[in-house]
């Protein structure tokens, strides 16, 4: 059975740099079968798509959040990680580590399998 | 990017009874759409892909139509444990994109 699980300070200070790392186990990140995101939800919100990452290194990122985004894979301890810099306010959220699946080579764009989540508050 | 609109915000429906939800999608999105369940405290449940493609293990009871720019997800007989919000998605063009969901409440 595929699990994700989140990992990462609850708290970062505004200015500052949120780092969350997204440990898979019953399922590698190094298959190219699946593709890795990190997917967010604001208290009380909507989702938010952040990026996602393959084995090979290859990444794709949200436009509203590129330019702070870098998300990275170690596929030798099965994980994958986000980091998001220049935090505000605005960046605290429930923030989800999610697999999908490739298709034909490419991101399935659907998401099967979700770690639990993390809440993030960004406060001083 | 592509806006999904959800309606309506909330839905009041008694056990038993029939629900149906709608999302509608700012421009063209082909199939390439799925529904999302979630619980309070909980992640996101994949329901439905491909518009009408049900999840593996999700009930018959779920079913989604559609294609284009207007979508539906429809849950024939609603059970106690359906009762949650509801997320659509495309993933038609980048940024993927979600509705702002669908409050499925007991009537």
């Known amino acids: 059975q595929v699990q994700l699980q989140e990992s990462g300070p609850g708290l970062v200070k505004p200015s500052e740099t949120l780092s969350l790392t997204c440990t898979v186990s019953?399922?590698?990140?190094?298959?190219?079968?699946?593709?890795w995101s990190w997917i967010r939800q604001p208290p009380g919100k909507g989702l938010e798509w952040i990026g996602y990452?393959?084995?090979?290194?290859?990444?794709n990122y949200n436009p509203s959040l590129k330019s702070r985004v870098t998300i990275s894979v170690d596929t030798s301890r099965a994980q994958f990680s986000l980091k998001l810099s220049s935090v505000t306010a605005a960046d605290t959220a429930v923030y989800y580590c999610?697999?999908?699946?490739?298709?034909?080579?490419?991101?399935?764009?659907?998401?099967?399998?979700w770690g639990q989540g993390t809440l993030v508050t960004v406060s001083s | 990017e592509i806006v999904m609109t959800q309606s309506p915000a909330t839905l009041s429906v008694s056990p038993g009874e029939r629900a149906t939800l709608s999302c509608r999608a700012s421009?063209?999105?082909?199939?390439?759409l799925a529904w999302y369940q979630q619980k309070p405290g909980q992640a996101p449940r994949l329901l439905i892909y491909?518009?009408?493609t049900r999840a593996t293990g999700i009930p018959a009871r779920f079913s989604g139509s559609g294609s284009g720019t207007e979508f539906t997800l429809t849950i024939s007989s609603l059970q106690s444990e359906d009762f949650a919000v509801y997320y659509c998605?495309?993933?038609?063009?980048?940024?993927?994109?979600f509705g702002q969901g669908t409050r499925l409440e007991i009537k």
């Open positions: 999610a697999r999908d699946r490739t298709r034909s080579g490419y991101s399935s764009g659907w998401y099967d399998y």
């Open positions: 019953g399922g590698s990140v190094s298959s190219g079968s699946y593709y």
């Open positions: 990452i393959y084995y090979s290194g290859s990444t």
């Open positions: 421009q063209s999105v082909s199939s390439n």
């Open positions: 491909g518009a009408s």
């Open positions: 998605q495309q993933y038609n063009n980048w940024p993927i994109t």
